[in-house]
């Protein structure tokens, strides 16, 4: 089984901790898609800006629909987070 390390938010300094923190205020915690990108973090942010424009950007889905579309996705993938 692959292992990557994952920085705990105790761990985390400058642009790691600064992408933690925003986590933590924008979801009330460090999900485990988020800490799998500790090791990158201008990854992780680029993402979780990626997450916003598509979750809660213009579109002519509602959020219940997208919502709906990426649990789905993540189910048929057998997503563990």
């Known amino acids: ?3 990557i390390k994952v920085f705990t938010l105790e761990e985390a300094t400058g642009f790691l901790k600064e992408q933690y923190d925003a986590a933590i205020k924008r979801a ?3 999900w485990n898609i988020v800490g ?3 090791q ?3 990854t992780m942010k680029a993402s979780m800006d990626m997450y916003g424009v ?3 950007g213009q579109s002519p889905l ?3 629909q997208r919502e709906m579309l990426a649990t ?3 189910s048929i993938n057998h997503c563990l987070y």
């Open 1 to 3: 089984m692959p292992w």
């Open 28 to 30: 009330g915690r460090i």
């Open 36 to 38: 799998i990108m500790s």
């Open 40 to 42: 990158n973090p201008r």
């Open 54 to 56: 598509i979750m809660f």
């Open 62 to 64: 509602s959020r219940g």
């Open 72 to 74: 789905v996705t993540s």
